[in-house]
């Protein structure tokens, strides 16, 4: 299971996609924004999951476990990103929330 999150490397691995380019802007179509919208993997996250026992009881049951997340990013002047960049961008992200979040 562990094979879906971490590479033999033991090192997170990161995927990015451009699912959307603006080329020009909504309104009048002439002015170039040259926007780029990427998805892609981020780092597996924790999830806590409560459900009632199936045998009907009103017992709750617990789950933990690793599950998958994903970022989504724009670029501007018609970057595309390539899976290091993306990597490299989100770990960026990261340390600057990790930092907000202690001020």
Known sequence: ????YISDAQ?????????????ADEE???????KVLHVGTD???TAVIIAQHCDG????????GPVS???RL???ELERLTDEQ??????SAEEKQYVADMI
Not at 57 to 64: C, E, I, L
């Open 11 to 23: 090192e997170w691995t990161s995927t990015v996609v451009g699912v959307h380019t603006q080329l």
């Open 43 to 45: 780092n597996p996250i």
């Open 57 to 64: 009881s009103h017992n709750n049951v617990v789950h933990v």
């Open 86 to 91: 993306w990597k490299d961008k989100v770990r």
């Open 69 to 71: 997340s994903f970022r």
């Open 74 to 76: 724009i670029t501007d």
């Open 28 to 34: 009048t179509m002439q002015t170039i924004v040259g």
């Open 1 to 4: 299971f562990k094979d879906l």
